[in-house]
């Protein structure tokens, strides 16, 4: 087994390494990851993608890493390596090389990651590196099953409106409030400022990392001051699945029924739009959002960990 830099290698030569994993998303999360892997075939064939490869005695590549630097945070992107080649040893290779590559920065002040770990257990790998795992689950909801016997209604205190470029700054801020004293807080270096939390934003609705942003169910919640107060903001990752990766209600409107709402009405409108499934994750800790995800119907597809290490 060796191990090869990324600006070595073509994206043609990872290319059964690629559709292994596409088909490990399909079967496994609803996700059709194409997308996610185009953007990477043409970071590694302009050669600016940082991370590294395992080349099998034959020659030919395995598995592969990627990481983006963003000071001072490191992200480690993926790991992953096809199943009949797929043991601790090759992914604490891959993990060793980051880290490796990573403690040559002296401005890396943090180091995070949240991997789907389909045919190994890479909690150990990263503990035994001193990060801190955080439990996670990939929850869906199927849209056959029948709606819960309410009338949509939210507090005449406040209204719903669809989503508007002129939100975005109001948005971040709620998302950013909201994690405020969280169990999340910690989950990522983004959600601990207004700054992060735009940076977030707008990856989430630029960019194809969690699924197309679907602008025509994402729904703003304004309060009696016409402040944005609550947000849920929605996406595809494949024809037939839709996603949350957001739901956010600022902190002095919680309680209110706001997130039951938001999530009954895209049900109704991802079920009218002919979607077959919602899919969303959440911490484990976030024992509330469990609670409230288990009594709406959703049901778990499988765990996942987001790493983190702080220096």
């Known amino acids: 087994m060796d191990i090869v ?35 990477i075939k043409q970071y590694i064939s302009s050669r600016i993608l940082s991370g590294w490869a395992i080349k099998t005695n034959s020659g030919a590549l395995s598995g592969y ?30 993990l060793n090389k980051i880290l490796h590559s990573l403690s040559n920065g002296n401005r890396i002040r943090r180091i995070e990651s949240q991997i789907f770990a389909f045919n190994c257990d ?22 056959d099953q029948p ?5 949509l209604q939210i507090q005449p205190n406040f209204r719903v409106s669809g989503w508007e470029n002129k939100f975005f ?25 207004r700054e992060g939390c735009i940076r977030f934003l707008n990856n989430l609705v630029k960019h194809p990392g969690c699924g197309t942003f679907s602008p025509q169910t994402s729904y703003i919640v304004l309060d009696s001051e016409e402040q944005v107060c609550g947000v849920l903001l929605t996406s595809k990752i494949s024809p037939d699945t839709g996603m949350i ?28 739009s002919g979607l077959e499934r919602i899919t969303l994750s959440v911490s484990e ?15 778990k597809t499988r765990d996942f960990h987001a790493f983190v290490r702080n220096f």
Not at 20 to 30: A, G, K, S
Not at 245 to 272: H, M, W
Request: aromatic content about 14%; hydrophobic content about 35%; charged content about 20%.
């Open 169 to 193: 700054l109001p948005v971040a801020d709620v998302i950013c409030n909201s994690y405020q004293g969280s169990t999340d807080f910690k989950l990522c270096h983004d959600y601990q400022s």
């Open 65 to 94: 890493s990627y990481y983006v630097i963003s000071e001072p945070v490191a992200y480690i992107g993926n790991l992953y390596v096809q199943s009949e080649c797929a043991t601790a040893a090759a992914y604490a290779e891959l």
């Open 5 to 39: 830099a990324l600006s070595q290698v073509s994206s043609q030569d990872l290319e059964r390494v690629f559709q292994q994993e596409i088909q490990c998303w399909q079967d496994e999360l609803f996700w059709d990851y194409q997308p996610a892997v185009s953007v």
């Open 245 to 272: 990766p957001q739901i956010s209600v600022r902190n002095d409107c919680q309680g209110k029924g706001i997130g039951s709402f938001l999530l009954r009405t895209y049900f109704k409108d991802a079920r009218e």
């Open 147 to 151: 709606q819960e016997g309410k009338d």
């Open 122 to 143: 890479l909690v150990p790998l990263f503990e035994e590196h001193e990060f801190t795992a955080i439990k996670r689950h990939f929850l869906f909801f199927p849209l």
């Open 285 to 299: 800790a976030n024992e509330g959002a469990c609670r409230l995800y288990n009594r709406l119907g959703f049901q």
